[in-house]
């Protein structure tokens, strides 16, 4: 994943200090000791201490995101990780980051559980029956937190954007489960949902996109981000609890998935397998070289990027098949442009062919222009909007960089990874002998 804070707003790391207004005598809120019994029946979780909760405006979470944003983020952060976004081509050139999160959250905003004050809070305007659903949802997450503490669960990946996204599906994966779990109970049916439920729930985010416009006119990146911790989540717990049962509530925050290919394939996480790391070539530039940001990418990473430029069939059946991603930008040189630097491992060098090819029409499309000088079964080089750029396989393996001033680097690097200094480098360990899975 690029931008590292959106799993911790999604997931309401509030600290919820504005003028909030708790009504004890709110119809909704005098439903929560009934709501927290139901749950606890059902995951075996019993409440240790009561939520505290209160209400707050659209108005008021506006100012209040604002002022979070501006409190725990720095500013260099978020132009990195949407300087990342657009190098990548997953928004546009003109895209505000910082306005886009707060206007989603904004959006669709119906109540939040604050794990760092321990309290819960609804946002006015829902019916009654919404607001019902809402706080078993938020209460399920008040639930896990006091036995998993959801502050640490999801600060511990925090250096780990792909297992970051994979944290936040277990989190909201659960309570959505939960939720519809609640809902069954609650009209004298088993708690447990069927398989047809479960999809139905999916299936129920792309169609309610018509009600949240803010939503819906998002970059597809964007949009994905924000619904797969609920979408895929709650497939990824219903698989777990199907094998496990209610030690499922327990077992997915004390051994969480690594990465978004565990989510997307529960298979993977029973198996325990992991992410490769590829190493990112190294370099050796004309001009001098500063970092601006780097991170890992995983499947749904690549899923969105391919869906968004070849379409949901060619994503599906290619994303599968990566077994780990790395990207760096620098700038080099006086002029200060930002170059891209990436590679993706793959689990066979005819999947690392068949996403070379992928990447290389990516590219023609994600650029206005896209000049390719050179084009031949292993490189891919010319010019492009950012720059010069060289594009390589090697094995199960696809290096890319984007963005060179220099045509000498430009030149040097068309040459194929196969000696000693001929990326200006020693070979990289994934050349030598690529990382199993473990």
Known sequence: MF??????????????????????????????????KTLSGITGLSEKHPVPYGRMSKEQLRHFLNKRIKKTIKPAEIRADELALKMFGLVPPDF????????????QAAAFYDYDAKR?????????????ITLAHELAHALADQYFHLDKFMESASSNDDENLARTAVAEGQASWLMIAYDLEKTGRSPIPT?????????SDASSLSDYPVLKSSPLYIRQSLLFPYSQGTLFFDAVYRRMGKAAFSYVFTNPPSDTAQVLHPDRYFAHITAAEPELPAISLTAERKEITDGDLGEFD???LLEQYLGAPEANNLSPHLRGAEFEIITAGKPRQPVLEYVSQWDSASSAAAFFDAYKRVLRKKWRRCDGSVSD????????????FVTHLSGNTVWSVEGLRDTNDWTRLQQPPKAVNAWGMMPPKALASSRSLH
């Open 3 to 36: 931008f590292r804070y959106l799993p911790a707003v999604l997931i309401c790391i509030f600290a919820l200090n504005g003028p909030v207004q708790a009504d004890s005598v709110d119809p909704v809120f005098d439903q929560i000791d009934a709501i927290v």
């Open 96 to 107: 505000d980051l910082r306005k886009s999160t707060v206007d989603l959250m904004t959006e």
């Open 302 to 304: 690549h899923r969105v």
């Open 195 to 203: 398989p047809d439920m479960i999809k139905a729930f999916d299936e």
């Open 120 to 132: 819960l809070f609804l946002l006015e305007g829902s019916s009654v029956q919404e607001q019902t």
């Open 377 to 388: 079964a292993s490189t891919f080089a010319g010019t492009g909007d950012d720059g010069l």
